[in-house]
């Protein structure tokens, strides 16, 4: 898409910076007014999906997960990703837009996993929309694993070029005795460090050693490097909740767009992509 200079007396959104001469698949602004959340896949006013508008056609080389993942046409003006990944195992839908408000409407059967993508959605300020079946039935293992392949997926397809973006987050969030601490990199590299120490093996029905087979997933597919440590924490429940919400912050972070870097890629190589 072809982006112009605003004229000087638009009254511009930080979002909505002047970025000459550049060719993105993400529009990061518009010379009239822009409001940050124009682009929300979902109704601010009520809490429904609004259609999709214009359709655009996603590069195949954005999405990964084999022929059992679909993704569907997005509208050029928003960073949203939208993936359908249908196994044996599962059928998995899945929203987000990284420029949302907050928006949580998540159903995957394991209402634990549901509480943190509720936690996702609230402190990144993404709107998050998944819908998933699977054979929970057996157990929580297929249903938790397919839905972090598809949030990644529609993370990675969000993202496009990532021009302009901070690349980096750094969040260190408490729950009460627990403290969790974030650092994520947007980097195409996918790379996990994962250091908590949960006294329970499960919280409800959810199964503890599931936190970080999610984690794991959703890097393999979004191509993030991801560290999480754990700095204090005795109850399960607080030290995995507190892990969602600082990541949620450092993703927000990094996510958001620099204000000084005009629209270029955060790499001195001139390019992030998905190796």
């Given at each position: 898409m072809e982006l112009t200079l605003p004229q000087p007396q638009s009254q511009l959104h930080p979002k909505c910076l002047p970025f000459p001469s550049l060719k993105s698949r993400v529009s990061v602004f518009q010379t009239t007014s822009c409001s940050p959340f124009q682009a929300s896949i979902f109704s601010l006013n009520q809490r429904n999906l609004t259609p999709l508008n214009t359709s655009r056609n996603i590069s195949a080389s954005a999405l990964l997960g084999g022929n059992n993942t679909s993704t569907s046409?997005?509208?050029?003006?928003?960073?949203?990703?939208?993936?359908?990944?249908?196994?044996?195992?599962?059928?998995?839908?899945?929203?987000?837009?990284?420029?949302?408000?907050?928006?949580?409407?998540?159903?995957?059967?394991?209402?634990?996993?549901?509480?943190?993508?509720?936690?996702?959605?609230?402190?990144?300020?993404?709107?998050?929309?998944?819908?998933?079946?699977?054979?929970?039935?057996?157990?929580?293992?297929?249903?938790?694993?397919?839905?972090?392949?598809?949030?990644?997926?529609?993370?990675?397809?969000?993202?496009?070029?990532?021009?302009?973006?901070?690349?980096?987050?750094?969040?260190?969030?408490?729950?009460?005795?627990?403290?969790?601490?974030?650092?994520?990199d947007l980097s195409g590299r996918p790379h996990l460090g994962y250091d908590l120490d949960l006294p329970s093996q499960r919280v409800g029905t959810y199964d503890t050693q599931l936190v970080e087979h999610f984690f794991q997933s959703l890097v393999n597919t979004s191509g993030m490097t991801l560290h999480i440590r754990q700095f204090a924490g005795a109850n399960s429940h607080h030290i995995i909740e507190a892990t969602f919400k600082a990541?949620?912050?450092?993703?927000?972070?990094?996510?958001?767009y620099d204000t000084r870097r005009r629209g270029t890629i955060p790499s001195s190589k001139g390019v992030l992509s998905r190796s």
């Open positions: 046409p997005i509208d050029p003006g928003a960073r949203i990703g939208e993936v359908k990944r249908v196994t044996k195992e599962t059928n998995v839908s899945v929203k987000i837009n990284l420029d949302g408000s907050g928006i949580a409407d998540s159903s995957s059967g394991i209402p634990f996993l549901d509480h943190m993508l509720d936690q996702l959605a609230s402190h990144g300020l993404f709107d998050v929309h998944v819908k998933a079946t699977g054979d929970i039935h057996i157990d929580d293992h297929h249903t938790n694993e397919d839905v972090a392949l598809a949030i990644g997926t529609a993370l990675l397809q969000a993202l496009g070029d990532r021009k302009g973006i901070n690349r980096f987050g750094n969040f260190s969030a408490p729950l009460d005795e627990a403290l969790v601490h974030v650092s994520l990541f949620a912050r450092a993703l927000r972070q990094a996510t958001e």
